[in-house]
């Protein structure tokens, strides 16, 4: 199992970013997919989980502000994140879903994002 996300970067507050997600070495189209961060010296937390049928759940401070969504042919997530604030500053990884503070594979490299002015 291998992902790769990528288009993070340094965006000022209020503006937009997408990154993406590319998984492989599973059937990606029958997995829930997700998005997790770790902002540094914080542990992992959930931003966005899509369901196999494309249902959508959003912690409450990607509410309004993120959208997920995946691409099934192209084994590609992405996250739509507009209206940035300095506390989302993190790396952005995809995964499965968390159970806990499990995940179900390995993690990638992740995607860092620094929102600043």
């Known amino acids: 199992v291998q992902f790769v996300e990528s288009g993070g970067g340094l965006v000022q507050p209020g503006g937009s970013l997408r990154l993406s997600c590319i998984a492989s070495?599973?059937?990606?189209?029958?997995?829930?997919m997700a998005w997790h961060r770790q902002a540094p010296g914080k542990q992992h937390e959930s931003v966005a989980v899509i369901d196999s049928s494309g249902n959508t759940h959003y912690a409450e401070f990607a509410k309004g502000r993120f959208t997920i969504s995946r691409d099934n042919a192209e084994n590609t997530i992405y996250l739509q994140m507009n209206s940035v604030k300095p506390e989302d500053t993190a790396t952005y990884y995809c995964?499965?879903?968390?159970?806990?503070?499990?995940?179900?594979?390995?993690w990638g490299q992740g995607s860092r994002v620094t929102v600043s002015a």
């Open positions: 995964n499965g879903p968390s159970n806990g503070r499990l995940v179900p594979f390995p």
């Open positions: 070495g599973f059937p990606f189209s029958a997995y829930a």
